[in-house]
């Protein structure tokens, strides 16, 4: 939608009720962006009208109509959908990791939006050694549903950042990460609020830009790590926005 390196205006959040989503928004709704999120009921409106997001779509991704009306007129997209816990994450099948994934992206192509950036999982694709084998038994059919959705946005044509973060925990925010390039680079956790900023950041990161990282906070790393990468992240551009703080 917008020329290649152009200062995004209007930002989705799909998957903007889960616990990622939220936490992005928090993060993006004091900035200057016009941030617009979505949830899969009209019970969860109200609920992200609170949480300060400007615009709120109702969208189920597993319908490819949903997603196109999600995507119009934004300029960025960040994916924050997944699989509630539960059996499928096991046996995989019709999975929103994957089909509703894949819809987002068929939607974002044809808006020509600046760039998507998604979150996946360490343990997916060729970081499969961050992730314990009995661990990646559990939760197969999704590692392989994000393995998936991975490859097609690396085809897709469009600038994209993909994060694939460590065990995701409610602890406070560090802003000591680690962040590995190559698959077998890092193990451990990560606190959601610290994930979020990455996120957020992404798309206003040159350095960013048509890569895959994984990353764990220093805390909580687990074994030695490899491959790191220093990357710039352009975390001054989402930081808040005196005239759009709410209370």
């Known amino acids: 939608m917008t020329d290649a390196g152009a200062t995004a205006d209007r930002v989705l959040i799909a998957g903007g009720t889960g ?26 409106v109200d609920t992200l009208d609170r949480l300060g997001a400007d615009e709120v779509v109702v969208a ?35 999975l929103v990791d994957r089909t509703g994934v894949l819809n ?3 939607a974002a192509v044809a808006e020509d939006v600046s760039h998507v950036v998604h979150t996946s999982a360490i343990g997916v694709g060729n970081s499969k050694a961050g992730l314990s084998l009995p661990a990646r038994l559990l ?5 392989k549903a994000k393995q998936d959705a991975e490859m097609a946005i690396r085809r897709s044509g469009l600038d994209y950042t993909i994060v694939r973060p460590g065990k995701l925990t409610d602890a406070p925010p560090t802003g000591d990460l680690l962040v590995g390039e190559g698959g077998d680079s890092v193990s451990g956790s990560i606190a959601r ?6 996120l957020a950041a992404a798309p206003f990161t040159p350095d960013a830009r048509n890569r895959t990282f994984e990353v764990v906070s220093r805390d909580g790393l687990e074994g030695t790590p490899s491959n790191l990468v220093d990357v710039d992240w352009a975390f001054d551009r989402v930081q808040a926005d005196s005239d759009r703080m709410r209370l």
């Open 19 to 44: 616990d990622t989503g939220t936490e992005l928004l928090s993060v993006l709704r004091p900035t200057d962006l016009t941030v617009r999120a979505t949830c899969r009921s009209y019970a969860d």
């Open 60 to 94: 189920d991704f597993f319908d490819p109509a949903d997603a196109v009306t999600a995507v119009e007129d934004c300029d960025t997209v960040y994916c924050a959908l997944g699989t509630a816990p539960s059996y499928r994450h096991t046996i995989g099948g019709k």
């Open 104 to 106: 987002l992206l068929t």
């Open 139 to 143: 939760i197969r059919g999704s590692l």
């Open 193 to 198: 609020t610290d994930l979020a900023r990455v």
